[in-house]
């Protein structure tokens, strides 16, 4: 294994250096009280999405996210994209470990725009999930409202089941 130059440890050093003043800026983050309870509101709020069957209510709910969300983003958090926000999870079952980390500092997801997820299956009929999701730096619980209500307003076709699923612009 070759030996490291000098100027090589030290631009080591510097990123070690930067790590640790990253990792003390979250910290001094989550520290603040504020930010605790925005995370709860934010929670609180994508129970409520989930639990809601009234569009209108809903709505008027994803917005209040948005805003806790554009909070949490001038405090230095970023947020992820609403997990399972489709329906209920059910009685008495906890919310999953990525749920509850929805708010950590970490890769962002956002869910992608109808229109330019549909101008996407035009130019690439037959894709599948994941290049879908690799095209649009998103992951699939992201994805997922945004397809779903595409093929429910009969502006996408799928072929095949589960992992086979390929999705085409009608």
Known sequence: MPRLSTDD?????EAKIAA???RAERKKIKANPAVK???????????????????????SLDEARGNVSACLGLCGVTTKAPRGAQGSRGRGRAPSRA?????ENG???AAPDANDLLAYLRSNPGSNSESITKQFSTDAV?????MRKLIDEGKVK???????????AT
């Open 9 to 13: 440890k030290i631009k080591q050093l």
């Open 20 to 22: 640790i003043r990253e």
């Open 37 to 59: 309870y925005m995370k709860a509101a934010l929670k609180n709020l994508e129970r409520s999405i989930g639990a809601t069957d009234d569009p209108v209510l809903r709505k």
């Open 99 to 103: 749920r509850a980390a929805n708010t």
């Open 107 to 109: 890769p962002h997801y």
């Open 142 to 146: 992201s994805l997922r409202p945004v």
């Open 158 to 168: 799928t072929q095949g089941e589960r992992r086979g699923t390929r999705y085409s």
